[in-house]
């Protein structure tokens, strides 16, 4: 069975720090490409930032930029995100998402369920 099980969400004050971790199972972890996804309340889906399976390549969305850190281990299966200075705006639920690419196409993509972020004095 194919799991992505998020942990790390909580209520932060501005400027806070917060590590996210999502915990992969059930798929060969070291050939998926990793995202992390968020859903700020009331909103659509914003891509926050990737890491490929084959160099580590990351990326990142403009606004996170320069304060958060995508990162993985393969030997512990685990994606995470280390999110410094965070703003209000950052206030949202973050999904972790797995995708194998064959080519350009996705051959297949898996979700986790989700953990709240809460940015607030």
């Known amino acids: 069975e194919v799991q992505l099980v998020e942990s790390g969400g909580a209520l932060v004050q501005p400027g806070g720090s917060l590590r996210l971790s999502c915990a992969a199972s059930?798929?060969?972890?070291?050939?998926?490409?990793m995202s992390w996804v968020r859903q700020a309340p009331g909103k659509g889906l914003e891509w926050v930032a990737i890491?490929?399976?084959?160099?580590?390549?990351?990326t990142y969305a403009d606004s996170v930029k320069g304060r958060f850190t995508i990162s993985r281990d393969n030997t512990k299966n685990t994606l995470y995100l280390q999110m410094n200075n965070l703003k209000p705006e950052d206030t949202a639920v973050y999904y972790c998402?797995?995708?194998?690419?064959?080519?350009?196409?996705?051959?297949?993509?898996?979700w986790g369920q989700g953990t709240q972020v809460t940015v607030s004095s």
């Open positions: 998402n797995a995708k194998l690419f064959s080519g350009l196409v996705v051959q297949r993509e898996y």
């Open positions: 890491i490929n399976a084959g160099h580590g390549t990351t």
């Open positions: 059930g798929f060969t972890f070291s050939n998926y490409d």
